[in-house]
Each structure stands twice: as C-alpha cells, then as structure tokens.
C-alpha cells in the first residue's frame, strides 16, 4: 500500500512529494480468526501495531523538514481520524484539519466518564452561521460543480477513547482542544444522498465564521490527492507494473511518482499561467524539439513558445486531436505525450552528445 503527502498552494497548484512511504498489509483478518480475537480486542490494541500509525508517522517526519517558516497544514480524510494523531499534533504544535469519522463522545471531564455530549449531534442542534461555495468533483470525475455550505463551528474537548490504555505514568490520557466545524449542503439539484456534508476537527485558531469558511474551503483542495493518485494509475500505470519484487516495484513507483507530479503540476500551471513562458517547465532543448516536431520544422521559434502552447503540443504528441469541440488533455493522452518527448529527447542527446 503507498501512502504519499502531497504539498499544494492554498490555490490548488501541486508543490511535490513531502513524504512518500510503502506499507506492506499485513493479513489481519487470517491472523485474527486464527488466534479468536474479537472486534472489541483489535480496536483496544496499540495504534504503533495498526496502519493508523502511518499517519502519525508522516506527521512527525513533516515535523522534522525546515519549511522556512511557511506553516503547513495536515489536511486528511476520514481514515486519519484518530485521537493519538490529534493529541501527537497537540504535542508536537503541527496543525491538522481532518475529517470526522464517526458520532464521537466529546467535552467529557476525565476519559472513563459517561458520554452526555455527542460531536454530531451538538454540531447540528445549532443554527447556520454563515453560508460559502465550493467546487465539488462528481463522482472522483473529471466534471465540478458548485455546492453551497451552511456553516456551524464550536470548540470542543476530545477525550481519549475509553478502550485506549492510560498513559505510562497512570494517569489518564489528556483531553484534546480542537474546533470543530460542520459544512452542509442543505439545497441544490442534486439527490439528498449526494449532498456534501463534512465535520471537520483542527487545531488551527478558528475565531468567526470567516475562519472556519478558510477551513472548509482549504479541505476542499484534498481531492487534488485522489488527482495526483490517478494521474500515477491511469497515466502511468504503476498498478500494470510487471516487476518480479517488491524493491523493484517501489523503486519504478518512486521514479514515476516524480513523473507524475510533473505532469499534474504542467496540468494546474497552464490554468493558473497559460501565457508565461514555458521555460518554467522545459529547459531550452525540449521546448525547441517538441516545437520542431510538431510544426514540423527544422527551426525553433523566435519567441519562447506559452505554457498553454506546450500543453498542447505535448498532448497533441499523445493522440490528442485538438479539435475545437473537444474539451481539455486528458491525463492518458498528457503521459503518452510525455513519453514521446522524452524518447525525442533522449535520441538527439544521444547523437548530438
């Protein structure tokens, strides 16, 4: 199983790889029945023996790199809603912004009390405080749409789930402060069931409504992930991969991951900047045979040829047409492309020394 942390703007535009790590799947399930542990067993044992600990794992390591002083911001689905990655962030002042899971106990004084006050359940007693709109992908594709959220938030206090062991000195585990924050999709065309509906819990300072809309809106960049994830299956088919070990497969994922950020970062450049020199993206020597070879010419331009230009050219070496009709490169078109110049590339180094 690959786990990547993808660095992206608070505009979208995809900065690289942060941390990228391999985890071999153990088989749970075999193991469990063979030794008769129950669902109540497995979910009370440590996070350090569960997947869960990737998480914490990447959070440290991010910890860890100089920034520069530019704040980063863990923003995670639902999978990464866990209390030790809070309490670990708490600890560690590393900001998260994750998705809620489930209808959770929280403001509790100690951890073992009895649960009187529900995430959820508080979330939606309250009236709207404010409305925002978002771009929402339809079904993982390639098509949007705008959704309005009403928008509740209120500070809360996490405990520590009640089947999690007591700290090492005895005492009990500590509760957590975060805000959180609920975006809802009252109206709109589509079906009920595919209304967006997100509880969102950070440790970021959330003091009026306009923070909390950042919030939201910063949350909905996460699916620039499941792009990145399927710019690296479809256009590079790292999961066709035919490799004999898993070293050399990791080793041709870790080599086409940086391809694939290249070509999701040219895809988001060329909205964000379709008129800056494509210099930004191909040296000298790339440019000029990729210009050559689609205009079909022995001389490179007098100009420095647009982002936009490129994008084109590189899809256009991919199959794609370019039809006025048709609608923006698709990914599999932009990877053969991508291909195809690199083989150009490679040859006239090759001749040419």
């Known amino acids: 199983m690959l786990h990547n942390t993808l660095a992206i703007t608070t505009d979208g535009l995809p900065l690289g790889l942060l941390d990228q790590r391999f985890i071999s799947r153990k088989k749970l399930h075999q193991s469990q029945k063979e030794s008769g542990k129950t669902d109540r067993s497995r979910a009370s044992k440590s996070i350090k023996n569960k997947e869960s600990q990737r998480w914490i794992d990447v959070l440290r390591q991010c910890h860890a790199l100089d920034l520069g002083g530019t704040q980063l911001v863990h923003v995670c689905d639902r999978e990464a809603d866990i209390y030790e990655l809070f309490r670990d962030a708490s600890l560690l002042d590393e900001k998260v912004l994750v998705r809620a899971s489930h209808n959770r106990a929280i403001n509790k004084s100690f951890q073992h009390?009895?649960?009187?006050?529900?995430?959820?359940?508080?979330?939606?007693?309250?009236?709207?405080?404010?409305?925002?709109?978002?771009?929402?992908?339809?079904?993982?594709?390639?098509?949007?749409?705008?959704?309005?959220?009403?928008?509740?938030?209120?500070?809360?206090?996490?405990?520590?789930?009640?089947?999690?062991?007591?700290?090492?000195?005895?005492?009990?585990?500590?509760?957590?402060?975060?805000?959180?924050?609920?975006?809802?999709?009252?109206q709109g065309s589509v079906p009920l069931k595919d209304r967006a509906c997100w509880t969102l819990l950070t440790n970021l300072p959330v003091d009026d409504v306009n923070s909390a809309i950042e919030k939201v809106h910063w949350y909905a960049q996460r699916w620039n992930i499941e792009v990145f994830h399927k710019v690296l299956k479809s256009g590079c088919g790292v999961e066709r991969a035919q490799l004999a070990s898993a070293e050399r497969l990791k080793r041709y994922i870790t080599v086409k991951s940086i391809i694939a950020w290249r070509l999701f970062w040219l895809s988001r450049v060329q909205e964000s900047d379709p008129d800056g020199a494509c210099d930004q993206i191909l040296d000298t020597i790339e440019w000029q045979l990729l210009h050559r070879k689609i205009n079909k010419t022995r001389t490179a331009p007098e100009n420095i040829p647009t982002i936009r230009e490129v994008f084109i050219w590189i899809a256009k070496l991919g199959g794609y047409l370019n039809r006025k009709s048709d609608p923006d490169?698709?990914?599999?078109?932009?990877?053969?492309?991508?291909?195809?110049?690199?083989?150009?590339?490679?040859?006239?180094?090759?001749?040419?020394?």
């Open 329 to 353: 490169p698709g990914i599999i078109s932009l990877w053969r492309g991508w291909e195809r110049l690199s083989d150009i590339v490679d040859d006239h180094r090759d001749i040419c020394g």
């Open 113 to 186: 009390e009895e649960a009187t006050a529900w995430l959820f359940d508080k979330l939606s007693e309250r009236r709207a405080q404010g409305r925002t709109r978002v771009t929402l992908q339809v079904n993982g594709k390639k098509k949007y749409r705008e959704a309005t959220l009403s928008i509740v938030y209120m500070s809360v206090f996490l405990p520590a789930p009640t089947n999690r062991t007591v700290a090492k000195d005895g005492e009990s585990l500590p509760m957590v402060s975060l805000t959180a924050i609920m975006a809802i999709e009252k």
